[in-house]
Each structure stands twice: as C-alpha cells, then as structure tokens.
DNA sequence: CCGGAGACTTAGAATTACTAAGTCTGCAGC
DNA sequence: GCTGCAGACTTAGTAATTCTAAGTCTCCGG
C-alpha cells in the first residue's frame, strides 16, 4: 500500500497551467510568480520522465500525455476537495463574516471587501465590532483590530503598520490561521496598509498570545 | 476552479497513520521520523480545524471525521496513481532491473536487494555490468559501479565512500533519478556504506556530467 | 528593426519538513 | 508498588524544498 505519487504541489501547477495553457496566468490564480510555476511543472515533467507541454515562445501546448493527465488530475482536486468538505465544511466551502473595529475599518477602501474579486470570494459579510467574544459564540469567523489582546486560545497575526501607523491584529480559532479565507484577506491588508509591499512582513504567533 | 486543499504531504502522512492507527509504524513506511508523521498530521487536523485521531498514550484510534476522510483518501492516491501510471507506467509501477559492478557487489550484503522488503518492492532484478550502453538499449533501468563517465544524457548520482574508500556512481536516465526505485536504492547504498549514516551524503548532479 | 510577451535560468531568500533528543503517560512484569 | 518499555508529544536546530527577483532568449507585430 506504498504509494508512488507526485508532489501535490507539482500537480497544482500543472493543473493550473493546463487549464489557462500559460504559466503565467497560472501563476496568477496560484498567488506565485510564473518561474515558480514553471520549475514546480518542469520538476513533475522529471519525475513522470515525459513531457505534459510544449513550450512555445508565446505560450504553451499540451502533449498528449498532458492531454491524458489533465482531466484526471482535475478529478482527483474534486474529490479531494470533496472529501474535505465533508468532514470540514465550514473550513473548506464557507465564506468568512468578518469583524473589523471602526477604526480600522476607515482606513479600508471605500467598498471592502468588494474591490477584488479574490475576496469576494472569501469573504461573505463584515460587522463592526471590535469583541473578541464574538469569535467564540461564532458570530463572526475572524477579527480585525487594532493592538489588543492577549487572545488565549486564539490564533494572532500581527500586521505591522508603515512608520508610525499602529499594527493591527488579525485573531481568529487557531484551526482558522492558516486556511486560504485567512490568507486571502491577511495579503489583502498588508497590501493596503503598505504601497511598498517588500517592506512589510505580517508575524505570526501561535495560539495563546 | 481555485480549490483549497490540505497538502499532499499531511494527507500522506495522515493515511499512513490511519491505516496502521500507529504514527510510529506510519513513519517506518514513509521512511521518517515518527515526530515527523505526528507534525504533518497535526498540521493536517488544524489546517481542517478537526481532530482526525484520538492519541492514546499506546496507540491512536480515529475519531468519526477521520474514519469518514480516510477511505476518500485512500481512494484518492490510488486514482492518482492510476492517473500517473497511465501516462508513466514505467516509472510508476515497474521495478528496476539494477545493473552492479562486480566490484561494487562484493561489498553489497551476501542477499542482496533481498535483504529489505522495501528493496524487493523496488528491485525487480540485477546484473554484473558495468557497461552504460546498457541502459541506453533498455536492459537495465540504473547502473551502479565505481567511478567512470562521463555520462552525456545521463543522470549521476555520486555516493561517496567512507574514509579511504571509492566512491560510487549510480546512473540512470534523467527521468528516472528522482522516482521512488531510484530513491529506494539510493538510500540503501547509502546506509550500507556508512554506519555513521550522518556523515555521508549522496551528491546530485544533473544531467550530462 | 524595435518593443513586448511569455517562457527559461539562476542565485539567494524564505518557507517547510525532518531529525534528534528529551518529556510524559500508562501498561506489563516482577 | 516499582521499573522498564512503548508510543505519542515537544522543541530547537538543520536540511530540503519552494519561491522570488533579476536577467536571458525567442518570436511576433508594428
């Protein structure tokens, strides 16, 4: 029962990739650049020993391997991600409602969370409220506010503020820390809070802080 | 069509554990650490925001979620091995015919690569050569023997010897040196050239050299 | 003959996974 | 009741992988 797979890290980009039949628009839709793409599908290519593309210099072609491998693999990320949903549903399918503190919530654009589509998606509705209470009755899935805390049992991701701006807190149940809804709206906020995006890094702090 | 998925290392680390309801025994068929096996799961369980296993202080049981996950794991590894062997039976589900130097075989184990039943799921057979034609025509799948080359199209794996002794070359076609036979062999040589296995490290080099 | 788009390559940085060593708990044998 | 053992857990440090950034190449269109 030993089983010999490629790296779903591998299989993601080549999903991706053969979907928009472009690394870079699979990079896109992936949140990484195209060079990462690009290795990550060349590194499955080596380990399969065929090739899935052929590179042209303004885009790409499946071979007939790839062909064959695509519809697969597709099925393979439903099932799985079926699978998940069914004994995780609210993790996996569900949008975030999300609580941010008024003062925090002015310093937001106008219409958030509906400027980019990628939140849209992640994020059902938001409530001004700045009780951390409010997480463990369910009310909301996470919160957004400025210094605070200690949060125990709680996940704390610090966003740092450029200059002299105050860091604000993302707080969440630590099972929630690290699912996409929680990373898409944590890269959406250290993008505003910061125009020079290489500077600013968020911290992470395990539960408890 | 972005899905959100647990990595395939928690899931692999998870279904071994499931089947054997042992992190210990998961991690001798994964060739790790059994603090590693609990660390991916763990990852797993707070990434899905669910507990999967109940931790005894002798052994583990699943809980409801991961006896429901389990299964559709399962499953899902064997479509994706389908899926890949479809395109790469070779690589996926073939053993390797080995091709061993005379020299190097003397100071293989007496059995060899009989001697582990890891080996044997990877070793379909060996024979004493050390002619790299031979993989050129098909015969044989990796060769292994002292030093030699250059090996143009080949992929060399440099496993070094202790103290005074000859290093090794294990050869193969490009494709081939990152799948599981290869690594399964590797690791073996490895360990039999060193009783102090933290001191030696095999040496990667690309193809063509 | 340029300029742009997209794929490729590489070094180095960031992230992730693994090991090693030590802790804790309960069972089995004395 | 001790004592030894087995297996899971934790943590710090290391190893391996993955990603980025920056630069290259090739072809297409103007």
Same mark, same amino acid.
């Given at each position: 029962m030993t089983y010999r797979l490629p790296s779903l890290n591998t299989l993601r980009a080549f999903e991706a990739a053969a979907r928009h039949l472009?690394? #870079?628009?699979a990079a896109s839709e992936l949140g990484v650049t195209a060079g990462a793409v690009s290795q990550q599908v060349k590194k499955l290519e080596n380990s399969l020993g065929v090739a899935l593309f052929r590179r042209l210099p303004h885009g790409l072609l499946l071979t007939r391997e790839g062909e064959t491998y695509l519809p697969s693999i597709t099925k393979v990320f439903e099932d799985l991600t079926d699978a998940t949903e069914a004994i995780a549903p609210r993790i996996n399918s569900k949008k975030f409602r999300v609580g941010i503190c008024s003062q925090v919530k002015a310093m937001l654009p106008e219409n958030w969370p509906n400027h980019s589509e990628n939140l849209r998606n992640h994020v059902r509705d938001w409530v001004e409220t700045r009780d951390v209470e409010k997480l463990r009755t369910d009310e909301i899935d996470c919160l957004i506010r400025p210094g605070g805390g200690p949060y125990a049992e709680l996940a704390l991701v610090i966003i740092p503020g450029t200059g002299s701006a105050e860091a604000w807190h993302f707080v969440c149940k630590p099972g929630l820390a690290d699912c996409s809804q929680s #990373?898409? !709206? &944590?890269?959406? &906020?250290?993008? !505003?809070r910061s125009e020079d995006p290489g500077s600013v890094h968020a911290v992470r702090l395990s539960p408890g802080n």
């Open positions: 472009s690394f #870079k628009t #990373k898409a !709206i &944590l890269q959406d &906020l250290m993008r !505003i």
